[in-house]
């Protein structure tokens, strides 16, 4: 089975950097590139923040990136805002779903 | 501008059936994979189907299989979930979203409520 595992709750202050990790279990993902990273305020559309590990999505601020070492990636957001505060998802492919992790909450405080 | 808007949720008894409509603007409709993604109250994102730019691929999550449908009319610029004996399980806020490959869901609507209950 596969499935990409998140912390629960980050939070950091204004200004700081937070990074949220999401582990890849099991070996059905197509490919090591194709992790991507949604933030997504509550009763708004999801919002696409990375793509491939760590291309930004068009639009996206450039305090926000990605990386991935070994079977964990990451996203990093630096100077943290008060508008940051959402739920932040990844994702990854098999050859035939798409997978999403649980969710990571990230409070500003 | 990109616009993807959601309808057709509702209210519904278990066992009932209900079909969800996505009416997209502002881009090639035809060029562009497209998915259902749903979240339940207080949970997570759920990947829900996809449907390739030609219909010719289609996959469902285990979840909704043999009991959901999804389709596309690229003429009329719009998606389609044709969800059938529903559980109160299915009770979300469904989304669509559109995907070029694997490279990420970059357009979603804002979403339509399912309630399944009696």
């Known amino acids: 089975q596969s499935a990409l595992t998140q912390p629960a709750s980050v939070s950091g202050s204004p200004g700081q950097s937070i990074t949220i990790s999401c582990t890849v279990i099991g070996s059905d993902f197509v490919g090591d590139k194709f992790v991507s990273w949604y933030q997504h305020h509550p009763d708004k559309a999801p919002k696409l923040m990375i793509y491939?590990?760590?291309k930004r999505a068009s639009g996206v601020s450039n305090r926000f990136s990605g990386s991935k070492s070994g079977n964990t990636a990451s996203l990093t957001i630096s100077g943290l805002q008060a508008e940051d505060e959402a739920d932040y998802y990844c994702?990854?492919?098999?050859?035939?779903?798409?997978?999403f992790g649980g969710g990571t909450k990230l409070t500003v405080l | 501008e990109v616009q993807v808007v959601e309808s057709g949720g509702g209210l519904v008894q278990p066992g009932g059936s209900l079909r969800l409509s996505c009416a997209t603007s502002?881009?090639?409709?035809?060029?562009?994979?497209m998915n259902w993604v749903r979240q339940a109250p207080g949970k997570g994102l759920e990947w829900v189907s996809y449907i390739s730019s030609g219909a010719a691929l289609i996959y469902y999550a285990d979840s909704v299989k043999g009991r959901f449908t999804i389709s596309r009319d690229n003429a009329k610029n719009s998606l389609y979930l044709q969800m059938n004996t529903l559980r109160a399980e299915d009770t979300a806020t469904y989304f669509c979203?559109?995907?070029?490959?694997?490279?990420?869901?970059?357009?979603w609507g804002q979403g339509t409520t399912v309630t399944v209950s009696s």
């Open positions: 994702s990854s492919y098999t050859t035939s779903s798409v997978v």
């Open positions: 491939e590990v760590a």
């Open positions: 502002g881009f090639d409709f035809s060029n562009y994979e």
């Open positions: 979203a559109r995907e070029t490959f694997r490279y990420g869901m970059d357009g």
